[in-house]
Each structure stands twice: as C-alpha cells, then as structure tokens.
T-cell receptor, first 114, second 113 residues
Framework: DAGITQSPRHKVTETGTPVTLRCHQT?????MYWYRQDPGHGLRLIHY???????DKGEVSDGYSVSRSKTEDFLLTLESATSSQTSVYFC?????????????FGNGTRLTVT | QKEVEQNSGPLSVPEGAIASLNCTYS??????FFWYRQYSGKSPELIMF??SNGDKEDGRFTAQLNKASQYVSLLIRDSQPSDSATYLC?????????????WGAGTKLIIKP
C-alpha cells in the first residue's frame, strides 16, 4: 500500500459541468501522476507533477488541468466535462526519482459524464 | 504499429501449468520494463520490473527480457485461479531528451481449475 487515496471513488456528472478529482498521498513522494484507462487502450498519462507547483502535460492533456499546492495533494480538474472523458482515472506515485522507478496506483475514480 | 503491444487474449491456462505472457515494443532505446496485474474493477499492482537482458525471478514469476528481439515476457509457474487477471506491460520509451512510460492494452489471463 503506497498510501494513496483517491476521491471520489465514483462520480456521475453532466456534460459541461466542471469536475475535480483528488489524489492524496501520505508518504511525501515527489512525483505524482494522473492516468486514464479506457477499454482497448493502455493507460494514458494526462498530467504529472514533479513537485509543489511543478506540473507538466502528458499525452492526453487536452480538456484537463491539474494543481499541486501541497506535496500530498494532486488535483485533476475537468473544466467542462464531455462524454469522451467518461473513464476510470488513476492517480499514481513513484517512490524514486521518477524515470525508471515503478508506479504505484491509487484505487481509481470511475467517472461517468452523461 | 503500436509502441507496446500485447495479445488481448483471453489466454486460458489450466491450473498448475505455466502461463506465458508476451509483450513487444518498438523502440530499441527502451530502458526499463514493468509487469502489472489488474483484477477487474481494481487498480494495477506491480508484479515485477526488469532492466537488463535475461531472466529475473521472483517466486512463481519470471520476467524475461530480450532487447535484441524487442520483447519482454512474464512466466507464471504453477498457475492458480487467483492469477486470473489482466496483465499489463509497460515500457519506458525514449522521448526527446527524456523517457515516457507507454502501456500495452493488457492480456486477460484465465486459469481454469
């Protein structure tokens, strides 16, 4: 257990509404990541963070923003949710310096946009 | 061609047999390779990682890396019904001056009692 908590676990929202997902870690790791997982696709990186207020885009960042004001919290915001953002979202950390270190995942948030 | 490819399965294996899961990748510069197990409705959990050519063993699991042929395999000996899950392969692929972790879509493994 890497001490990662995601909230909410499930969310149903309407198209066009803003949504924020939270990832909280208890072990003070520097690197945090947001992924989405869809059937037929591998996990895809949305955004990642390498420190407080230090974030960067992943391969599927359009329509998403992130913030990291504290080491322990990494927030993912869908500014105006669309049906294509219906997915399972995973937060992850690495215990090393990113790069070649393995990822450890939170329990996920299942988001449905109607 | 996808950068990381796995057979989607399902791969059906009798209990007690060896399950062999394969993953191929496109970039010869890839440095690190990971296997994760994911039960339905759960998050991926790390099984093994391997950086060097050859075999790496951990209990019933063996990861095999062949950089010349650009594949990495996971062998599960004495397969148990609890091994039934989707197995994800992830590869660190060079991108610009850094690396990016690219995931396969996973292979569904079914262990038949």
């Amino acid at each position: 257990d890497a001490g990662i908590t995601q909230s909410p676990r499930h969310k149903v929202t309407e198209t066009g509404t803003p949504v924020t997902l939270r990832c909280h870690q208890t072990e003070n790791h520097r690197y945090m990541y947001w992924y989405r997982q869809d059937p037929g696709h591998g996990l895809r990186l949305i955004h990642y963070s390498y420190g407080v207020k230090d974030t960067d885009k992943g391969e599927v960042s359009d329509g998403y923003s992130v913030s990291r004001s504290k080491t322990e919290d990494f927030l993912l915001t869908l500014e105006s949710a669309t049906s294509s953002q219906t997915s399972v979202y995973f937060c992850a950390i690495t215990k090393g310096q990113g790069g070649n270190s393995p990822l450890h995942f939170g329990n996920g948030t299942r988001l449905t946009v109607t | 061609q996808k950068e990381v490819e796995q057979n989607s399965g399902p791969l059906s294996v009798p209990e007690g047999a060896i399950a062999s899961l394969n993953c191929t990748y496109s970039d010869r510069g890839s440095q690190s390779f990971f296997w994760y197990r994911q039960y339905s409705g759960k998050s991926p959990e790390l099984i093994m990682f391997i950086y060097s050519n050859g075999d790496k063993e951990d209990g019933r699991f063996t990861a095999q890396l062949n950089k010349a042929s650009q594949y990495v395999s996971l062998l599960i000996r004495d397969s148990q019904p609890s091994d039934s899950a989707t197995y994800l392969c992830a590869v660190n692929i060079p991108r610009d001056s850094n690396y990016q972790l690219i995931w396969g879509a996973g292979t569904k493994l079914i262990i038949k009692p």
